[in-house]
């Protein structure tokens, strides 16, 4: 569903296998794409670990080695959270040091693997809600003609238990009344209003009185407080007329389903070429029944 792993390569960017990459400085936010090159990875790219208050727990990561040299992995944990705006992952040191890695380096050889535990300890104190860290393993390849570093990273979703507070709002939306193309775009905005992160699915449909058109689905996870711009688009149907938009999504935790509807009005070109040979056929038959009329009143 979502690739959460990432590469850095300084000062070029390096493929990495099943990563995604994102740049290896110091920076607010980052921006994850698709590669798929040999280098480090890890997994899996993401866990969904629920804890209670007070309890010690403790998972694993799995660092393996593409490459056909030995590599020296550092381990390291960080926060993340997302970008308001534009989505985008940030990853800061954390704030609370409820999770510790077990190793601070790992050593493996030409294609090996191994896995890396980490420890998390949660306070009695700590209130319900989503947290989230990120396991980082970073290398520096020894054949590299540029100082250079790599690095993948595991996120973990981790969930205290209580009362959790899923809870979510649809604004902002925007829906053309008027189309002339083949299909109707859509565009809103999902806010998680709760305290805990959850997996929404978005799609649009188009509905007549004897069609009925459902657009492609997208998957997200939607982070406490951070609002989401969605937009997709649907297949209009063929034939011209009124049709009902619906958009929204359903989520993971519950059946609930969140929609809003719009009424469109489909008017295809084809169709205005099609009133205009229809409205010169009236004229011309018009025409000729004046003239026929004329003719009858010379004679």
Wanted: hydrophobic share 40%; glycine share 8%.
């Amino acid at each position: 569903m979502f690739r959460f792993v990432f590469a850095i390569r300084l000062p070029l960017l390096a493929a990495v296998f099943g990563v995604l990459a994102i740049p290896f400085m110091q920076q607010s936010s980052v921006s994850a794409i698709e590669n798929h090159d040999k280098g480090l990875s890890i997994s899996p790219l993401r866990k969904q670990i629920a804890v209670k208050a007070g309890a010690t727990q403790y998972g694993s990561a799995t660092v393996a080695n593409l490459t056909d040299k030995t590599m020296v992995v550092s381990m390291s944990i960080k926060e993340f959270s997302v970008d308001t705006i534009s989505y985008e992952y940030k990853f800061n040191e954390p704030s609370r040091n409820w999770v510790g890695t077990n190793q601070e380096s790992v050593y493996l050889q030409p294609r090996e693997k191994k896995s890396v535990g980490y420890e998390i300890q949660v306070p009695s104190s700590a209130k319900p809600g989503g947290y989230y860290y990120a396991l980082f393993a970073s290398t520096q390849p020894q054949d590299s003609s540029f100082p250079s570093t790599i690095q993948v990273v595991s996120l973990i979703y981790m969930t205290v238990d209580g009362e959790l507070d899923r809870s979510s709002v649809l604004k902002k939306e925007s829906v053309p009344w008027l189309v002339m193309g083949s299909s109707v775009p859509y565009t809103f905005t999902v806010q998680n209003t709760g305290n805990v992160h959850f997996v929404a699915y978005f799609r649009g449909a188009v509905e007549g009185l004897w069609t009925k058109n459902i657009g492609s689905e997208s998957v997200h996870i939607m982070m406490p407080g951070s609002p989401r711009v969605v937009s997709g688009s649907v297949q209009m149907p063929l034939l011209p007329g009124v049709y009902k938009m619906t958009y929204g999504y359903k989520v993971d935790y519950d059946s609930s389903e969140v929609s809003k509807t719009a009424i469109i009005v489909f008017v295809p070109p084809w169709s205005l070429a099609g009133v205009l040979f229809v409205g010169l056929c009236v004229r011309w038959m018009r025409q000729r029944k004046h003239a026929h009329g004329d003719d009858s009143l010379s004679s």
